[in-house]
């Protein structure tokens, strides 16, 4: 998996999709600074989830983002997104791998180097870490801190995507002590400051 080090925002959606979000992720999308995006919708139904996905992939492929769909790999094989992220409590990687060959799978770690370890035994194509932080996004159950981050880069290549509560104040830290891409969702959706776009342009 390539990796662009100006183009360090993994990108998650927020949990509600409403009728301006296109016209914002369009505009965030120019910018550039976007690797990944995941569609992560807990609570629509699949057809809801399939029209969503379809109109996401259309951007996704325009501004040359990879469009994944978080624990879901039948709705990934059915929208023929570019790959799907898997919690631990998801479909297994080995059987995920059946399903979506050589599509990029990504594997939620939290905060266990014996986890890590066995994502890159397993061929994942990144390994998330996290929480780094409190996150609005979600409730946090598993912290973790900069030492980990250092401790699993120093046992594989594999690309590491940093994850929780990550904002202005505290991107840098984690980029420093090089993670390679940075999950963002609270910060560009819910922020009470700042527009989704003047969100992301003060990530440099």
Known sequence: MRINKKKFIYLISPLKIKKYFYDDLINIFKLNKVSFFQLRLKKENFRNKISIGTKIKKICLKYKVKFLINDDVLLAKKLNADGCHLGQNDMNLSRARKILNKKIIGITCHNSIKLAKSAVKDKADYIALGAFNLSTTKKVKYKTSINLLKRVKRITNTPIVAIGGINYDNYKKLLLNKANFLA?????????????????KKLK
Do not use: Q, V
């Open 184 to 200: 963002i969702s609270g910060y560009i959706w819910k922020n009470k400051k700042l527009r989704p776009l003047e969100a992301i």
